[in-house]
């Protein structure tokens, strides 16, 4: 309901307006009345209502007075003036005020409520709008910060120009002027984490959030950007003059504990070298990033420093020695050397080859691939091992011990499998397996032959010398010791059991039965009763 207050020193024009206008069906309240100037400057403070009927001719204070002190007090409602004077003074006064309307005395109860229903329309609509500004002022505040950090991140992408980036700046009160610019760029100790934290997205992106406000709250001295970027916070800090390097490690030391103290995590920091050129950011953000890349060669620092990378392009060797001795001990099944050789080739990748991560971690995809094809020609089955998640581990990790922790675990799987197959061909394990994990479909000798990568003639040969059986002998004694156990299910029809175990004719799955067990399916079962 619209609220009405209604203010007049005649008490009978009060009553009238009060009684001859059906106000509840038009949804307006008369919520007050006054009969004095002072009286109705109070009630429009106690009562806040939307629409005030006003005669001008009151004592104390008069209809104008009353509306002007109203509002420069802050209160904001639509007037409508009453007067029994037809004079263009109090006309033009209530037009600056902003009344609505201008009604002589004496007036009709319809023209008395066509006004105000005309200032309820105006005051309905001046709030429909103030909602739809508010709404795009609230969704403006919401989407800032996004918009802010795409920004920022086309700034240190390097996306771009220096006049671009100005009037961005300008325009969404990033706080970073001329002077000198640094980046820093964070990351979490993922893999010292909780297995909470690390398996959830959405805690790692609250972790992330929380983050970014907590340093950006360390930083509130300092001319500071804090923003989420590829794959890390990114801190684009701006100053008159270049942080040395203990003020620096005092600012990120107190951010790191802040950190560790209220969320539980472990921040590593990469620094970069400072600029005057804010169309450079991009350069900052790879040498922070090289830094940060650091980490990989210092498990025990965690402030990094671009100026402190050496990299020497001339001295990226391979230890092919140390690989040589890694697979012999490998061949000779030699688990109590391997740990000490695995040692020698990683320690031999850090000498030579310093600060290149990328190159180490290559030289240990090589390792790999070399054992992998000296366990292939040997017709050692290395397929449970290769299909686990050793190439990814030592992709994603960050730290020494856990490269050479990856690499031995790899290494000592290999072994287990050569001892496995010392006494067995490879290459007949491999057509068992197949046979076991296929024997309901529809395999030959040449379909398996084809997956173990050789001839059917010479496969046929393997398993007469190996398992003194031929090819389709032992299939047909999988297929018909699966049916044995599936006969055991009395809901099971017979040709169902002998579809399931890869036979597609019921009679001649009956004849196979019958030769290796001697009896026929149903004669089995009954059997069993």
Known sequence: MTKLLIADDEPEVIEGISTLVDWENNGIEIVGCATNGEEALEKIRELCPDIVLIDIKMPRLDGLQVIENAKKEGYMFESIILSGYDDFYFAQKALELRSLNYLLKPCKPKEVLDAVLKAKNVLEKEREKEALINRFIEYYNETLPILKERILNEVVFGIRSKEEIEKLFERYNIKLSSGKYCVVLTKFDIENASDTYSSSPVKQEAYTLACVNLIQEGLE???????????????????????????????????????????????????????????????????????????????????????????NKNTLLYPIDEEKAIINSLLLCQKDTIKDKVENFVNSLYVINTFNKWFIKSAVLALLGSIIKVCHEKCIDLNDVVNSKIFESILKTEKKDLLKTSLLSFLNAVVDRIEQSENKNAIVKAAINFIEKNYNKNITLESVAKEVYVTPAYLSILFKRELKINFIDYLHKVRIQKAQELLKNQNLKIYQVANIVGFSDEKYFSQVFKKYTGLTPTQYRESLL
């Open 221 to 311: 001295d300092f001319r500071a950007e804090v923003f989420r970027g590829r794959n890390e916070i990114v801190i684009l800090i701006n100053s008159d003059f270049e942080f040395d390097r203990e003020m620096m490690d005092d600012i990120l030391t107190k951010v790191k504990k802040s950190a560790n103290e209220k969320l539980g995590l472990k921040l590593y920091f990469g620094v970069s070298r400072w600029c005057d050129k804010i169309e450079k950011i991009n350069y900052l953000y790879d040498q922070a990033l090289n830094a940060l890349e650091l980490k990989f060669f210092a498990d025990d620092i965690d402030i990094l420093y671009y100026d402190d990378i050496c990299l």
